[in-house]
């Protein structure tokens, strides 16, 4: 099966491979043999009742089972169902609910695998070949990758840089989306903005250390400025182009431009980081993804920043377990997402059960 995918995975870090310690890390009770490549991982998630218990370990970590709807703990199992039954508000609730799973025909061992192959495919999975991998249609594939990015995004509270830290700061601009749009949207979007049909990404990438990915509306300086003020610690080394909307972050942090019209290195001063970066992001739009809409790229930055700041420490199976842990309290409805009506998708497939 695992020959089946044009994906190229993240080679197995087998230095790491052995540090089992993370699974306590991440909050996993649990004596279960996790998988670690996708051949696994599919032999794994084949298993109703493996999985069942993955996830309800993942769940509620603590081993009480809560009601996702009113937090009572007095509730019966019905273990043919694999679901409960809230004696507090009467409700059936499963393992999905209160998930990014909530309100799935498709079952767990789908899910699973959907998962895997988003988070470790380096340059993303076109919901064309999950749907082939997993038997189901492509909108299905594409509403599911859209929940998995919801997962994988991080609101981060920690500042990067620091004293002696440096920080990378660049701009790039994904384009051409504008083309499908409405001619009326688009002339607006055209007159509005300067760049044509183009969005403006802001990058900002601490060096040996995390990255942080933003649509920006423009590249005006407060609209530049304000997010690096609220992603990087005072005093840090920053380093970016010349554009004009950067002058005045030497007030706050030790500021040095390369003009990209005259070189792209200066001894310590350059942006290569943020290159490397721009240019997976746009062999995974260009090459998987084919075309994004304009808002719908924010989703697509999530997945390539999660994939890009867990790219060296973790194995696959760590990863995909990473994000696992980041599935519940989190819904994206195919009315948020598209302004449509589920009835489109609904009902289209069902998977082998509750699980
Ligand atoms: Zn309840």
């Known amino acids: 099966m695992a020959n089946s995918f044009r994906c190229n995975t993240y080679k197995g870090n087998n230095i790491l491979d052995t540090h089992d310690g993370l699974w306590d890390d991440l909050g996993m009770r649990t004596t279960l043999q996790l998988p670690k490549t996708l051949q696994e991982a599919v032999s794994f998630f084949s298993d109703p009742q493996k999985t069942f218990d ?11 089972v809560t009601c996702p709807r009113c937090d009572s703990t007095e509730h019966s199992f019905i273990s043919t169902r694999r679901l409960w039954f809230c004696k ?61 990015r919801l997962a994988m995004h991080s609101k981060e509270f920690v500042r990067l840089g620091g004293s002696g830290k440096e920080v990378e700061v660049d701009e790039t601009f994904i384009g051409g989306a504008a083309r499908f749009m409405h001619a009326d949207k688009r002339k607006v979007k055209i007159t509005e903005r300067g760049v044509k049909d183009k969005a403006a990404v802001l990058g900002i990438l601490e060096r040996g250390g995390q990255i942080r990915a933003s649509v920006v509306p423009s590249r005006r300086k407060h609209e530049l400025q304000a997010r690096v003020r609220a992603h990087v610690k005072a005093q840090s080394a920053i380093y970016t182009d010349a554009l004009m909307s950067y002058q005045g972050l030497n007030q706050d942090f030790i500021h040095k431009t390369i003009d990209h019209a005259e070189s792209y290195v200066d001894g310590q001063v350059h942006t290569n980081g943020l290159e490397n970066f721009w240019s997976l992001l746009k062999r995974g739009l260009k090459g998987t993804y084919v075309n994004v809409e304009p808002f719908h790229l924010f989703r697509y930055l999530d997945e390539q920043v999660f994939r ?5 420490a973790l194995n696959d199976g760590e990863r995909f377990h990473r994000v696992m842990g980041l599935i519940a309290g989190k819904r994206l409805t195919y009315e948020q997402l598209t302004g449509k009506g589920t009835d489109s998708i609904h009902h289209e497939e069902a998977g082998p059960g509750p699980a």
């Open 88 to 148: 507090g508000c009467k409700k059936q609730f499963t393992v999905k609910v209160g998930t990014i799973f909530e309100d799935s025909a498709l079952g767990m061992d789908k899910w699973m695998i959907a998962v895997w192959l988003i988070v470790n495919c380096k340059n993303g999975i076109s919901s064309y070949e999950i749907a082939r991998a997993l038997g189901i249609t492509q909108k299905s594939a594409w509403f599911m990758m859209h929940r998995v």
């Open 54 to 64: 993955y996830a309800v370990s993942l769940r509620w970590p603590t081993g009480k």
């Open 308 to 312: 890009y700041n867990n790219r060296t």
